[in-house]
């Protein structure tokens, strides 16, 4: 069992917002903590944060009472997990990331994106949080989780440059018809030029041209697979 019940986020919270104040800034509270030790330790946490960060304007008594059930019954019954990081045997860092997404719903319109990054099946690094744009397909969620794990590796790679002698990145999504569309995307010299311009809009466009993913994976040598 995880720390929210199985398909929550399909059914819509009709419970009644909190009115005190105090316990409006309880509520808070209680989710801040919560989301440190999921950004910083517990991966497993990470979904959860987010769906209870959706309440922080205005808390339901719904979402209280499952923020208080998830902090009880699931993080302190599991505050020994830890997280092991082995060193790396030699100055060349190879990093695997895994992707998926979730399709949205009629409650919830906005697809999920979650990836975790991995080095020798030790966790460095992850994220879960909602898409900022409407998916019309399974396929579409899928690519825009994939651009938005690709857009972190690149971020993350001149870091790594400083500390190893070689930085091989690979990330694997578990959509087939995105790989198909990413061997089959061919841009050309004007639309290449304008990538540059696509990621200043930091995700406001709704469509996502497939050719800019597929310059970021090849600029940056990123091996992605099925």
């Keep these: 069992n995880g720390p929210l019940p199985h398909n929550i986020h399909e059914e819509p919270d009709n419970s009644p917002p909190i009115t005190d104040p105090a316990e409006i800034k309880s ?8 989301s440190y030790y999921a950004s910083t330790s517990r991966p497993d946490l990470s979904y959860s944060a987010t769906f209870f960060s959706r309440y922080m304007q205005q808390p339901t008594e719904q979402a209280d009472r499952l923020l208080h059930a998830a ?3 699931y993080a302190k019954a599991t505050s020994n997990v830890s997280i092991l990081i082995r060193k790396p045997p030699t100055k060349d860092l190879r990093l695997v990331t895994h992707v998926d997404a979730s399709f949205g719903s009629c409650h919830n319109v906005y697809p999920q994106t979650g990836f ?3 080095h020798q099946d030790n966790i460095l690094c992850w994220s879960s949080h909602k898409q900022k744009r409407v998916a019309r397909s399974t396929t579409r969620a899928e690519l825009l989780a994939l651009e ?3 857009d ?7 870091f790594l440059n400083l500390f190893f002698d070689k930085v091989t990145l690979e990330i694997g999504t578990d959509s087939n018809d995105v790989v198909h569309l ?3 995307v061919h841009a050309k ?4 030029a304008l990538v540059h311009k696509i990621r200043e809009l930091h995700g406001k466009l709704m469509v996502v041209p497939l050719w800019a993913l597929a310059q970021s994976l090849e600029s940056e040598r ?3 697979y099925h």
């Design 27 to 34: 509520y808070r509270s209680n989710l801040g903590a919560y």
């Design 71 to 73: 902090i009880i019954r």
């Design 116 to 118: 975790v990054v991995m």
């Design 148 to 150: 938005e794990a690709t």
């Design 152 to 158: 972190y590796l690149c971020y993350l790679k001149p």
């Design 182 to 184: 990413l061997k089959s």
């Design 189 to 192: 010299p004007a639309e290449k």
């Design 222 to 224: 990123i091996l992605c």
